[in-house]
T-cell receptor, first 111, second 115 residues
Framework: EDKVVQSPLSLVVHEGDTVTLNCSYEVTNFRSLLWYKQEKKAPTFLFMLTSSGIEKKSGRLSSILDKKELFSILNITATQTGDSAVYLCAVGTSGTYKYIFGTGTRLKVLA | DSGVTQTPKHLITATGQRVTLRCSPRSGDLSVYWYQQSLDQGLQFLIQYYNGEERAKGNILERFSAQQFPDLHSELNLSSLELGDSALYFC??????????????FGEGSRLTVL
């Protein structure tokens, strides 16, 4: 059965800290790995990774994929209170084109 | 605004009742996905349609059904509702243009409360 596991489940940090969120997966026919940020309602897209070892970067956020070890990390540097959210990892599969989501990591950044 | 429209935004109903949630995908997107998110849970995949045809099924209950119409909008029907069906139901759409690595675009969700 396809599975996506995120860790930690929750995290509390102070502004300025750096955090690393983890996502591991076991799926059939891996196609892509996606990171989303969910604040109140709809998840908003952050990154999509398809190739191993290539870092995607957007401002203070960056992510990398390891297809051999089947995991990805999302780094947030110099955290701000606005980074407080649930971060979701999803894996897209080819063939059936399913997107399997992990349960998310709830990040709280204290001022 | 993702371009995915869901209605209604909120719905309160009683156990045993039936409801229909509606989704209009982004213009041009042929694929529609339905997800259920219960309190403090991740997104549980329910079902996927592509151009009117069912393509993949997740942990969708037999009491739930869905379809995608010729104009590409989709409806999720939930019947014989139970308290545990209370959740946020998301619709998402994606393009299937090559290469098939498209991101999912989410609607704002329909919050269902079963009393």
């Amino acid at each position: 059965e396809d599975k996506v596991v995120q860790s930690p489940l929750s995290l509390v940090v102070h502004e300025g800290d750096t955090v690393t969120l983890n996502c591991s997966y076991e799926v059939t026919n891996f196609r892509s790995l996606l990171w989303y940020k969910q604040e109140k309602k709809a998840p908003t897209f952050l990154f999509m990774l398809t190739s191993s070892g290539i870092e995607k970067k957007s401002g203070r956020l960056s992510s990398i994929l390891d297809k051999k070890e089947l995991f990805s990390i999302l780094n947030i540097t110099a955290t701000q209170t606005g980074d407080s959210a649930v971060y979701l990892c999803a894996v897209g599969t080819s063939g059936t084109y399913k997107y399997i989501f992990g349960t998310g990591t709830r990040l709280k950044v204290l001022a | 605004d993702s371009g995915v429209t869901q209605t209604p935004k909120h719905l309160i109903t009683a156990t045993g009742q039936r409801v229909t949630l509606r989704c209009s995908p982004r213009s041009g997107d042929l694929s529609v996905y339905w997800y259920q998110q219960s309190l403090d849970q991740g997104l549980q995949f329910l079902i996927q349609y592509y151009n009117g045809e069912e393509r993949a099924k997740g942990n969708i209950l037999e009491r739930f059904s869905a379809q995608q119409f010729p104009d590409l909008h989709s409806e999720l029907n939930l019947s014989s509702l139970e308290l545990g069906d209370s959740a946020l139901y998301f619709c998402a759409s994606t393009t299937r243009v090559r290469p098939y690595t498209g991101e999912l675009f989410f609607g704002e969700g329909s919050r269902l409360t079963v009393l």
